[in-house]
């Protein structure tokens, strides 16, 4: 494989020692490229507009911008730009808001040593990954995205998440009940479940655990 045709990936996470540790497991394979590293959303999204990267590995919870916020920009940015979760966060709800917002994998931070090649070998033939604590379900939600905007392998996201709802889902991601939600928003808790219930919604999460929180 010549050095053109390596697979360029973007490590986007806040913490130094992860970036670190990531990018060693990365280059340890021939094909990868780490072509940079960022420890913010909004320098991801300014990297991916000037080099487009074929994958962006990113973690959720940033300063600046926060993952949830970054995902839609970077496929708008460049839709040719996957994007793989990597997070401390097992749960399904927020894997599936991730996903509905254009993520095509999800990998916990718990498992990196074990499937974080193993999902970028996925994301490269442009097939999902879920890690495999959560597989089943995220994988029925992913074929719904799928069938609903297009073909398994090459799909377009048009989310239905406003930017309000996409600072909640940041919230319920740290952990936050309606009621902190609410206060941290400004916003009264009526408004805050209307928008989780839409965010459910959006992302075939009605029954779940979440809609009971």
Request: proline letters at 2%.
């Amino acid at each position: 494989m010549t050095e053109s045709a390596r697979y360029r990936i973007l490590v986007a996470d806040d913490h130094a020692v992860v970036r670190g540790g990531l990018k060693v497991l990365l280059k340890s394979q021939h094909w990868i490229e780490v072509c940079g590293e960022v420890s913010n959303g909004r320098d991801a999204v300014l990297f991916v507009q000037k080099n487009k990267p074929d994958l962006v590995i990113l973690d959720l919870t940033m300063p600046e911008m926060g993952g949830f916020e970054a995902i839609p920009a970077i496929r708008q940015a460049s839709p040719e730009t996957e994007v793989l979760i990597l997070t401390v966060h097992c749960s399904e709800e927020i894997a599936q808001g991730a996903m509905q917002l254009g993520a095509r994998g999800y990998v916990v931070k718990s498992d990196v040593d074990t499937e974080l090649i193993a999902a970028v070998q996925s994301v490269r033939q442009l097939k999902p990954y879920v890690t495999k604590q959560l597989q089943k379900r995220l994988f029925d939600c992913f074929t719904n995205v799928d069938r609903n905007h297009g073909s398994k392998t090459e799909r377009t996201f048009d989310s239905s998440l406003s930017s309000r709802e996409i600072e909640v889902l940041e919230l319920l991601a740290e952990g936050k009940a309606s009621k902190a939600v609410a206060f941290a928003l400004g916003i009264s808790v009526r408004t805050s479940e209307a928008h989780r219930n839409h965010i459910m919604q959006s992302a075939n999460l009605a029954g779940s655990r979440f809609a009971t929180s």
